[in-house]
């Protein structure tokens, strides 16, 4: 059974900076790719980074240049490095899993696929950042 575990959300003042980290057991990994998501309260599920079809990252305009993805392989863990944090980043965030490796996680223009692409889901971790 597949499995997706979140952690290392917390509260951060404006500025600062936190590490997600998402463990995946129970997929062959060479058969998904990766997205990390968030969501506001109120809000929709937002697509925060994709790997595309060569397993490289691609990030939203939001969190370009802010945020980092990396990976531990032998541990089959994906990272979510945040930096230079703002209030509007304050929501649940997520890492997904969707099936098939072909075209990645984004589409043509690089943009993360919608939520409704992804059979697996983490429960999520929150971070909330403070003015």
């Known amino acids: 059974q597949a499995q997706l575990k979140e952690a290392g959300g917390g509260s951060v003042q404006a500025g600062g900076s936190l590490r997600l980290s998402c463990t995946i057991d129970g997929l062959d990994m060479s058969q998904v790719c990766l997205a990390w998501f968030r969501q506001a309260p109120g809000k929709e599920r937002e697509g925060v980074a994709g790997?595309?079809?060569?397993?490289?990252?691609k990030y939203a305009p939001s969190v370009k240049g802010r945020f980092t993805w990396s990976r531990d392989r032998p541990r089959d863990t994906i990272y979510l490095q945040m930096n230079s944090l703002n209030p509007e980043d304050t929501g649940m965030y997520f890492c997904?899993?969707?099936?098939?490796?072909?075209?990645?996680?984004?589409?043509?223009?690089?943009?993360?696929?919608?939520?409704?692409?992804?059979?697996?889901w983490g429960q999520g971790t929150q971070v909330t950042v403070s003015s």
């Open positions: 790997q595309d079809n060569f397993n490289q990252p």
């Open positions: 997904a899993a969707k099936s098939g490796t072909t075209f990645g996680c984004v589409d043509r223009s690089l943009t993360v696929l919608p939520a409704s692409a992804y059979q697996y």
